[in-house]
């Protein structure tokens, strides 16, 4: 029979609705005529027939990745906030590690007299202050509550002076430039008769 009959029938042929007659003609044909064979296996394969849907069930996986990716991103930033809210509560409330972060040497400084001499500044039972972290600002602070500006110096272990005396008014600072970490500063004061509040930070 002619190939392009055949090749007619073909829709026919696959949705089953030819007599039994023309199945076994189309059949027969195909057994010995590739190119017709060939004609109704590619006619038979369903990627000639995608339907919207199956093209959408073909994406569904993908669309359930992204979701999945989408709630691990927003998972990974609401643990990051979570953990940057308690790292904060921790080194507020836990000491150590809020000194370490935040280092601050306070002292009081208490003269009795007018002499106006200058006084070694001892820092809780140490005779000296040292920058031991990083975290350091490495700057004097006289206290705000303090009733006048203070006269300091700092000296090495050697009784050098290091940074030559220099005022600061109450509530102000002064950064301390050149000194070193790990190294023992020693911290002179000369004021009239008072107390007052040091910070080293
Ligand atoms: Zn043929």
Redesign the pocket.
């Given at each position: 029979?002619?190939?392009n009959i055949?090749?007619d029938l073909c829709p026919s042929y696959i949705d089953g609705i030819c007599s039994e007659d023309t199945s076994r003609v189309v059949e027969e044909?195909?057994h010995h005529?590739e190119?017709?064979r060939l004609?109704l296996e590619v006619m038979e394969q369903p990627t000639n027939t995608i339907l919207p849907e199956e093209v959408m069930a073909a994406k569904a996986p993908f669309k359930r990745i992204n979701k999945k990716r989408r709630i691990q991103v927003f998972i990974s930033i609401l643990l990051t906030f979570m953990l940057t809210i308690i790292g904060y509560q921790v080194v507020q409330d836990v000491g150590v590690v809020h000194d370490y972060f935040f280092p601050k040497n306070m002292t009081i400084v208490n003269v009795t007299d007018d002499k106006e001499e200058w006084n070694a500044v001892n820092f809780g039972n140490e005779e000296y202050f040292k920058f031991d972290s990083i975290f350091w600002n490495k700057e004097i602070v006289n206290d705000a509550n303090n009733d006048s500006e203070v006269l300091l110096r700092i000296k090495d272990a050697n009784g050098h002076v290091i940074v030559d005396e220099f005022h600061i008014s109450p509530g102000k600072s002064k950064k301390l430039e050149g000194l070193k970490k790990n190294v023992n500063y020693y911290l002179e004061i000369k004021v009239k008769k008072g107390q007052f509040f040091i910070n080293v930070v």
């Open positions: 029979m002619n190939c055949i090749k044909h195909i005529c190119e017709c004609y």
